[in-house]
DNA sequence: CGATATTAGTTTGATGTTCAACCAATGGAA
DNA sequence: TTCCATTGGTTGAACATCAAACTAATATCG
């Protein structure tokens, strides 16, 4: 991963000393968490990456196989991937045809919109996206390092950012 | 930036029941934590680079420079700011070759220990950093759809995760 | 002292992300 | 029907990240 040498302070904290020191006090707060969500995803995105290697697919691969079995038929097409892990068609394209390469999707035109693609999930796809859940779930969903109380913290917490930023409409209802 | 349309549902949420269902009940919560993660993570670096854009750099290469300024004499090996940074040595590499390339710091050897290398911020680049900070701090810090409270919780609970994944090893104390 | 281990950076290769440009198909309007 | 805007996807260029291999310099140990 990255130099992983612990330190013996925390530097988010340093930073917002930092910016207060400079006066800009009403910025500090929002440097602050920014830099931390920053923090946090390298460190999960890491542990991820890491249960994930025996399957060789990366996390983007893993969340693109996974929104495919979780569909009635096992495919979509590539657009709505794109607007469902909220990244660009470019990345779409990217990610499916590395898929496609091991065999774990199979690109078929849609029936009635020459312009679409579907991407297919296949019996070897849902077969690794099985085993890579259980590996994630047991190395890195079922001990994040946090109790369960905080973790719902955070993800309300962030939904209504996301909600803020337009990610999404509906209430959200918490999640729980 | 990605396909910008809002969904009318929470993704998130539906993931969440979908584990659920499957009865991967012990892993969902940390599932929904981790994914939040990312996709704040997704939204904030997009609103920053969209910020920085009129300076031609990137978040890694403005937090580069910002380490450098803070330092009392501008300057420090590369490996330092690796650690501190937390990302890999290549990264560090790449993102110094381009601040260098663009006037913003500079290569000097380090005069007791040949093998180190540090990278000194110039002139421009303290100046640009100045400037990038100013418009990072009215476009983004100081307005991120969060409340002054929920950010602070969220700064207090990713501490607590960082500090369990080895992060840094002082108490912390809130940094409020 | 000399062999070995460690440390610092760089290079290379794989993957992911974005944007801009581009092509093909669709669909609405004149 | 013909023109043109929109939509869906791909391609190429930049930039970021990591891992692994490599070079060079320093440190340690027998």
Redo the contacts with the bound molecule.
Sequence with gaps: ??SRRTLSFDPIAEANRNWIERGWTDAAPGMSMVTSIMRAH?ILL?RVHQALVPFDI?F??YEALMLLSFTKRGQL????I?QRL?????????????LEGKGFVI?IP?PD??????AAITRSGRGLASKATARLNSEVFEDTGLDAERQQDLVDVIAAMRRSAGDFAEPSQSNS
């Design positions: 991963m990255a390298q890491g990366t983007a691969q097409p590539l657009g709505k794109g909220q990244v660009h068609p470019a990345s779409v394209t990217n990610v499916i045809d590395r690109r849609h919109d020459q312009r679409t693609t579907l």
